[in-house]
Every structure is written in C-alpha cells, then in structure tokens.
Antibody
Framework: QVTLRESGPALVRPTQTLTLTCTFQ??????????VSWIRQPPGKALEWLAR???????YYSTSLETRLTISKDASKNQVVLTMTNMDPVDTATYYC????????????????WGQGTLVTVSS | DIQMTQSPSTLSASVGDRVTITCRAS??????LAWYQQKPGKAPKLLIY???RLASGVPSRFSGSGSGTGFTLTISSLQPADFATYYC?????????FGQGTNLEI
C-alpha cells in the first residue's frame, strides 16, 4: 500500500527557510521509474507544482520558484526533503508531496498518490 | 508557459445530472492531461490520466476526452459524493500546470 506523509513546521517567520519532509511507504525511490513531487495550495486557491525528484536523482523545479527551492532524497529512509528559502506570507499554503505515475508510458505525467498535506503559515 | 483554463469556475447541478467540465490549453498540447477531485480539507484524488484513462478504483461514471487545446471531464450521473472541486493538470517538458479549478455544487 502506497502512503505518503508530510512533516514540518506549521509556522515560519518571514525570510526564514522552510524545510519539509515527505516520508513514504509502498515504493522505493531506488527503483527505476519512481518519482516524487511537491505541490502546494494556498487557502482557497488552486494547486501549484513546485519540484520533482527522480529515482536517478534528476531534479526539476517550477521556473517561477527554482531560485528558492531545493529538493533532495534519502532513498534509504524513504524520504524526500524540500527546502524553500526566503519565506513570505504569500507562501502560506498547504504543502503536499505526491508520487508521480506514468501509466507505463514512460512520461511521468500525473500524480497518483498524495499525502494528506501540511499547512504552513508564514507570519511574524 | 502553457496556461490551463477551466470552465465553468462554479457549476450548480443535481444528483443524477450529467455534467461536463472543460479544460482549455493556451496552445495545442499532447494528451498528458489528468483530472483530480478534491474535497474540502483533503488531498486531491486522481480520476483520469492521459486524457481518458480511468484511474484505479474510480467509478465508470467518470470519463475524460479531448485533444489539441480542449479537454473535458464528464460525470454521467452525479452522485452525492461527487460534489467537490475538480482540477485539470497538464504535463510538458518536466513541468506541471494545474487549472484554476471548478467547484461542483448542489
């Protein structure tokens, strides 16, 4: 059974760096074709993709946020970590991690399993 | 960047209705289009991937279609559990874009 769970601080001060951890079960990031992403959703707003990391350690970022984001993995611990620097109140959102699926196509185009999300509030 | 625009933003319907939600791309896209359902306080749930493939465990009343710049999600006969917000999502060149969402309400 595939499960993902996000963890991290609920409150971050402006200008601080946010570090979030995604701990997953039911698959391994050491296995070819496995990928994990981070996605966020401000309260009452739409979803926004942030970053992706692949089994071979390739990393991809949202072009609008890539200067502030770093994604990494510890496959032995079944964890993916996202850091976001210089946090601002507009970064207040629920942050989700999700596994990426390909449906056998070789294109990792959709998110098939999601964590429950963690709400991060940026406020002084 | 390709923009994904959903319509309508809000859709009022009744149990048993057939409803269609549209997702339009700012330019012609491949079929790497997915649909998600999200209920308040919950994570999104995958419904459709690759434009028309039904995700595992999703009822057959959900279907997806489309190509080029226009894609649709159809629910053939609304059930009470279907009242939620729906998002389309496109994949292209290692980047993912979501639509702004459609709130399906009673």
């Amino acid at each position: 059974q595939v499960t993902l769970r996000e963890s991290g601080p609920a409150l971050v001060r402006p200008t601080q760096t946010l570090t979030l951890t995604c701990t997953f079960q039911g698959f391994s990031l050491s296995t070819t074709t496995m990928c994990v992403s981070w996605i966020r959703q401000p309260p009452g707003k739409a979803l926004e993709w942030l970053a992706r990391i692949d089994w071979d350690d390739n990393k991809y970022y949202s072009t609008s946020l890539e200067t502030r984001l770093t994604i990494s993995k510890d496959a032995s611990k079944n964890q993916v970590v996202l850091t976001m620097t210089n946090m601002d109140p507009v970064d207040t959102a629920t942050y989700y991690c999700a596994r990426i699926g390909s449906g056998g196509s070789g294109y990792y185009s959709f998110f098939d399993y999601w964590g429950q999300g963690t709400l991060v509030t940026v406020s002084s | 960047d390709i923009q994904m625009t959903q319509s309508p933003s809000t859709l009022s319907a009744s149990v048993g209705d057939r409803v269609t939600i549209t997702c339009r791309a700012s330019q012609s896209i491949t079929g790497w289009l997915a649909w998600y359902q999200q209920k308040p306080g919950k994570a999104p749930k995958l419904l459709i991937y690759q434009a028309y493939r039904l995700a595992s465990g999703v009822p057959s009343r959900f279907s997806g279609s489309g190509s080029g710049t226009g894609f649709t999600l159809t629910i053939s006969s609304l059930q009470p559990a279907d009242f939620a917000t729906y998002y389309c999502q496109h994949y292209d060149s290692y980047s993912y874009t979501f639509g702004q969402g459609t709130n399906l309400e009673i």
